[in-house]
């Protein structure tokens, strides 16, 4: 189950930051959405860490 939700949290921080990509480069008016999109990149990735935090603490896997 842990493995699926890291998959899944890496797959969508790939997809934030491959949009915040495309909306830097086709974006002819200067919106924030890329900013946004790396906002929500940085959020995704720190929910993973706290999560990865977590499991460890909770012993849910061992390094």
């Known amino acids: 189950m842990l493995r699926i939700l890291i998959i899944v949290f890496l797959i969508l921080i790939l997809g934030s930051l491959a949009?915040?990509?495309?909306?830097l480069v086709k974006g002819?008016?200067?919106?924030?959405?890329?900013?946004?999109?790396?906002?929500?990149?940085?959020?995704?990735?720190l929910l993973l860490f706290a999560i990865l935090v977590l499991a460890f603490f909770y012993g849910a896997f061992t390094p």
């Open 28 to 45: 002819k008016d200067r919106s924030n959405r890329t900013v946004k999109a790396l906002a929500i990149r940085i959020a995704l990735s």
């Open 19 to 23: 949009s915040a990509l495309v909306f």
